[in-house]
């Protein structure tokens, strides 16, 4: 029997950070697919100025379904509050959700535990008089991006050195230092896990030079291939790399890391997104369906693995 049946359930979702109206629609779906099922669940719509500590103990919930994205939903923020009130929270917990939320101490842990990641070193924050010397050991194409964003944020491909200056700024309009990191030339495939199991992958093609926020968020031109039309081995090489990843944080319930695959079917992770985007159509509930797995029986299953 289910963990939770004949519990109270709240999805919380909106919240403070800049993916505010991603996240109210992951919650509205699974706000509906749960009502659908017949359970006794609540919405919370996190607005700033609100208290969330408040509302969740006012809900008297035994479990939150966190639809919450970015800042305070994926960093270990809400996973904190959630273990303090002693209430359980989908997805990873504090720890992991802390660590895959940065990408300087994501790569770390993924070139220590053998996870292929792209080649990489970190600028300061500030402009410094050394940072020429250290981009030297980076032939174009190089990628430039932030440490601490999301959503292809401040993310830049350099093709000639002329655009450096140009992604420096961007990257540096963001907190926290800056990524060099090897451009890693051919395809994107994301990997669906549930429980620390890959259900599947989908791989993502889109039209731009790559998935940047355009892609992800205003534009509908981005091709998506469900299953990847990569050899079955190239597939189970990234599915495993992907999974390695999410082990290595230490991840629980649901990710969907982010893998760049080459022409000769070699696998680098980029990162482990622990609050996927979770409308009816998004991409984790598409690999789930693509199994058979339902989205309400996705949602439900979620809501089990609350910790
Ligand atoms: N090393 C790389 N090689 C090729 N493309 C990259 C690389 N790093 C990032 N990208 C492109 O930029 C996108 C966003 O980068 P990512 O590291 O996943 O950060 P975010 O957290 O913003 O999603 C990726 O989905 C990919 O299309
Ligand atoms: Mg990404």
Same mark, same amino acid.
């Given at each position: 029997m289910h963990r939770f049946v004949g519990k109270r359930i709240a999805v919380v979702m909106g919240g403070l950070s800049a993916e505010r109206e991603v996240s109210l629609n992951t919650g509205a779906g699974v706000l509906k697919a749960l009502q659908d099922n017949r359970w006794d669940v609540v919405g919370i @719509?996190?607005?700033?100025?609100?208290?969330l500590a408040h509302m969740i103990e006012e809900a008297n919930v035994a479990a939150v379904w966190n639809a919450l994205h970015g800042t305070y939903g994926e960093d270990g923020a809400i996973q904190g509050l959630c273990t303090c009130m002693q209430i359980a929270c989908t997805g990873s917990g504090i720890l992991a959700s802390a660590l895959a939320m940065d990408k300087v101490i994501s790569k770390r842990i993924f070139e220590s535990n053998n996870v292929p990641t792209p080649r990489w070193t970190l600028l300061p924050h500030e402009p410094a008089a050394n940072d020429v010397a250290t981009l030297?050991?980076?032939?174009?194409?190089f990628v430039v991006k932030p440490a601490n964003e999301g959503s292809s944020v401040g993310v830049s491909i350099v093709e @000639?050195?002329?655009?450096l200056p140009a992604a420096l700024a961007s990257a540096r309009e963001h907190h926290g230092p800056v990524i060099i990191e090897d451009y890693i030339a051919g395809t994107e495939v994301f990997v669906g896990i549930l429980d620390d199991r890959v259900l599947g992958s989908v791989e993502v093609r889109p039209?731009?030079?790559?998935?940047d926020y355009e892609a992800k968020y205003?534009?509908?031109d981005t091709k998506y291939l469900l299953p990847p039309e990569l050899p079955r081995d190239v597939v189970d090489r990234v599915e495993h790399h992907a999974l390695a990843a999410y082990r290595a944080l230490g991840c629980s319930g649901h990710a969907r890391p982010d893998v760049r695959v080459t022409p000769t079917g070699e696998a680098y992770v980029l990162e482990v997104n622990t609050l996927p985007g979770m409308t009816a159509t998004s991409l984790l509930p598409k690999i789930a369906k693509s199994i058979g797995m339902d989205y309400a029986t996705l949602c439900e299953q979620i809501l089990e693995s609350a910790r």
């Amino acid at each position: 029997m289910h963990r939770f049946v004949g519990k109270r359930i709240a999805v919380v979702m909106g919240g403070l950070s800049a993916e505010r109206e991603v996240s109210l629609n992951t919650g509205a779906g699974v706000l509906k697919a749960l009502q659908d099922n017949r359970w006794d669940v609540v919405g919370i @719509d996190w607005k700033p100025g609100t208290s969330l500590a408040h509302m969740i103990e006012e809900a008297n919930v035994a479990a939150v379904w966190n639809a919450l994205h970015g800042t305070y939903g994926e960093d270990g923020a809400i996973q904190g509050l959630c273990t303090c009130m002693q209430i359980a929270c989908t997805g990873s917990g504090i720890l992991a959700s802390a660590l895959a939320m940065d990408k300087v101490i994501s790569k770390r842990i993924f070139e220590s535990n053998n996870v292929p990641t792209p080649r990489w070193t970190l600028l300061p924050h500030e402009p410094a008089a050394n940072d020429v010397a250290t981009l030297a050991a980076f032939p174009v194409p190089f990628v430039v991006k932030p440490a601490n964003e999301g959503s292809s944020v401040g993310v830049s491909i350099v093709e @000639d050195l002329a655009e450096l200056p140009a992604a420096l700024a961007s990257a540096r309009e963001h907190h926290g230092p800056v990524i060099i990191e090897d451009y890693i030339a051919g395809t994107e495939v994301f990997v669906g896990i549930l429980d620390d199991r890959v259900l599947g992958s989908v791989e993502v093609r889109p039209a731009g030079k790559f998935y940047d926020y355009e892609a992800k968020y205003k534009r509908n031109d981005t091709k998506y291939l469900l299953p990847p039309e990569l050899p079955r081995d190239v597939v189970d090489r990234v599915e495993h790399h992907a999974l390695a990843a999410y082990r290595a944080l230490g991840c629980s319930g649901h990710a969907r890391p982010d893998v760049r695959v080459t022409p000769t079917g070699e696998a680098y992770v980029l990162e482990v997104n622990t609050l996927p985007g979770m409308t009816a159509t998004s991409l984790l509930p598409k690999i789930a369906k693509s199994i058979g797995m339902d989205y309400a029986t996705l949602c439900e299953q979620i809501l089990e693995s609350a910790r």
